[in-house]
């Protein structure tokens, strides 16, 4: 990574404004890039931008691989002629300041079926020549994940473990006679990631264009109803009728009494050592084409992970396991190179996890909200910082800063007022000013620390199954006052992309 001091903004792109439900790939994000283009910041930081499923979290996907076709925006799709205006003439009422995702699918559902049958009545020749270079291109991935979504579309969206045998086994007669017979849905899924990956790219581009690099995010662990487990079993640990055999999650923590089941399928990590990690390379390889830096989630995993029987109601009880360590990253260094990589090094590090971490000179993760527990040698204290971090003042899994300080014992906010300096007034941006004073290269805060705002803008409560992801910022979210604000603040710690090159220069 870059050595320069930098600044970023985490927002995930459903978090957008914009009049069909959720955030999009549409005009909402251009004019936000040129809105923090304009504040100063060279890196904007999202979540994983794969399929959605139970719980719409983007850490439990249909596909490691595909794209959400949630974000595709009608917008783009009516300049294309895919769309026509009547089409959107029966557009619900929908709210500004959060995601009703059960009525915004419904309806992008709705839309994209539109548009993928009038592509298929006019097929646009330079379109349907694009199409068919992605469906060559991205077959790897792409025809297990169509006929897998297909199938459990068939299937009313039953977990593919509920399947009939032959489906569910992949046996080649029955998966040739599905396809035969549900030819044209499973063309539908092609399509809808094609147009997905195709407005992504254009955003990409776009981003790039003005200076900023996109720091996406690669979960450790894909969900266990998803194309990649269905079509890969023999990458986990599943007994022969399919089923987990041990789920992930983590022992007790800062975030909760009785630790975080998460039930993603464990991998066989000799399997795949024995492979060359081909199926992690190829992962690791399709997200760096969407992406110019990848936050490795809970890193620690690849030094050790909490293994937990399936079927206990808890992760309280389960044990440590030896990760892929060094052997895994020097794998992918050697067919990839040296990669872009930011570890989440959060929870419960030991020494092995700190051992690995800098062996290949990854920065981890600094959580300002986190140090104000113990004493003033806390590593999160922006003073403790190393250089080689990213720091935050919070993340998509924190409560914001005014709903930290809120409901933080008191002892914990009297620490944070005497080390601030300051009274309870003004919290979320002094501790954005401390975070951005550090020696730490990357300073970032989520958008909703910037806009002060309380608990109801947080993003995620982990280990609650619902009622996540769903904040969206309002149209006027970043301001003029607020940009020229940010703007100050990373002039003043020396931020700013004009800086790096001006000290670059020769005297």
């Known amino acids: 990574m870059s050595y320069d001091r930098q600044a970023g903004i985490l927002l995930h792109p459903t978090s957008l404004p914009g009049p069909d439900g959720i955030g999009d790939l549409g005009p909402a994000v251009y004019q936000w890039v040129d809105s923090i283009k304009k504040a100063g910041f060279t890196l904007w930081q999202v979540l994983p931008l794969g399929p959605t499923g139970y719980g719409d979290s983007p850490y439990q996907c249909f596909s490691a691989f ?132 195709r407005q992504w790219n254009q955003v990409h581009t776009y981003v790039n264009e003005t200076g900023i690099k996109i720091i996406g995010d690669i979960p450790l662990f894909v969900a266990y109803d998803s194309a990649d487990v269905w079509a890969n079993p023999d990458l986990f640990f599943l007994d022969p009728e399919g089923n987990p055999q041990f789920v992930a999650g983590v022992p007790p923590d800062y975030f909760s009494a009785t630790g975080q089941l998460w039930g993603n399928p464990l991998y066989k990590w000799n399997y795949h050592r024995e492979t060359g990690y081909a199926w992690w390379i190829a992962r690791i390889k399709s997200t760096l084409a969407m992406f110019d830096f990848i936050r490795l989630d809970h890193f620690r995993g690849f030094a050790g992970y909490w293994e937990i029987p399936a079927g206990m109601p808890t992760a309280e009880k389960g044990r440590w396991v030896n990760g892929p360590g060094a052997d895994f990253l020097s794998s992918v260094n050697r067919v990839l190179g040296s990669l872009p ?121 982990p280990g609650r199954t619902g009622g996540n992801w769903s904040w969206r910022m309002t149209t006027n979210g970043l301001s003029d006052d607020l940009i020229r604000r940010i703007h100050e603040i990373n002039w003043l710690y020396n931020r700013l992309p004009e800086l790096q090159v001006k000290k670059k220069k020769p005297r």
């Open 341 to 461: 990589i930011i570890a989440e090094d959060l929870g419960e590090i030991t020494p092995d996890v700190v051992e690995l971490r800098d062996k290949f000179n990854l920065p981890g993760m600094k959580i300002f909200q986190f140090s104000f527990a113990t004493d003033p040698t806390d590593p999160f204290l922006p003073h403790n910082y190393p250089v080689n971090c990213v720091a935050y003042t919070g993340t998509h899994d924190n409560d914001t800063t005014i709903g930290w300080y809120q409901t933080a014992p008191e002892v914990e906010r009297d620490f944070c007022r005497r080390y601030l300096a300051c009274d309870s007034n003004g919290i979320p941006w002094e501790m954005i000013r401390a975070v951005w004073q550090s020696v730490a290269r990357i300073a970032i805060a989520p958008l909703q620390d910037f806009l002060s705002l309380d608990t109801s803008a947080r993003m995620n409560y």
């Open 66 to 197: 595909a794209g959400n076709p949630y974000l595709v925006s009608p917008a783009l799709l009516l300049d294309e002629g895919l769309l026509h205006r009547d089409d959107l003439a029966e557009r619900p009422s929908f709210p500004v300041d959060r995601v009703d995702y059960g009525s915004a699918i419904q309806w992008k559902n709705k839309l994209l079926h539109t548009a993928y049958n009038r592509f298929c009545r006019i097929h646009p020749p330079l379109l349907t020549d694009e199409f068919n270079e992605f469906q060559v291109k991205e077959k790897e991935w792409l025809n297990d994940f169509s006929l897998f979504m297909a199938i459990k579309e068939s299937m009313g969206g039953r977990s593919w473990n509920e399947w009939p045998k032959g489906l569910r086994k992949r046996r080649p007669d029955d998966l040739a006679a599905f396809t035969n017979e549900f030819s044209d849905e499973i063309q539908y899924h092609q399509f809808r990631q094609f147009l997905f990956f």
